[in-house]
């Protein structure tokens, strides 16, 4: 089992920046990969980032060169730096891992960007 908590959305007006940290516990050995999505009202939930235990990383189109999404292992912590935020990057945000058990999810953050 991993768990996650995450922290740090808000509200910000646009051209504005918000970093989110996913903070996971239990089961880290068993982590391939850790990722930010994202669910806006009345859309389904996509992927916004994804960070595997290489090192490697991977954005959606909408979001390449103003998000980063980055780890410090030694906190077990994932983050996403979202810079030039734009109104429809509104969503609630959620971290998910990838384990040797399957994937896990965190209980999301709510991003509100103002325009």
């Known amino acids: 089992q991993v768990q996650l908590v995450e922290s740090g959305g808000g509200l910000v007006q646009a051209g504005g920046s918000l970093r989110l940290s996913c903070a996971a516990s239990?089961?880290?050995?068993?982590?391939?990969?850790m990722g930010w999505y994202r669910r806006a009202p009345g859309k389904l939930r996509e992927l916004v980032a994804l960070i595997t235990i290489g090192g490697n990383t991977n954005y959606a189109d909408s979001v390449k060169g103003r998000f980063t999404i980055s780890r410090d292992n030694a906190k077990n912590t994932v983050y996403l730096q979202m810079n030039s935020l734009k109104a429809e990057d509104t969503a609630v945000y959620y971290c998910?891992?990838?384990?040797?058990?399957?994937?896990?999810w965190g209980q999301g953050t709510q991003v509100t960007v103002s325009s």
């Open positions: 998910k891992a990838d384990s040797l058990y399957g994937g896990f």
């Open positions: 239990g089961s880290i050995f068993s982590i391939n990969a």
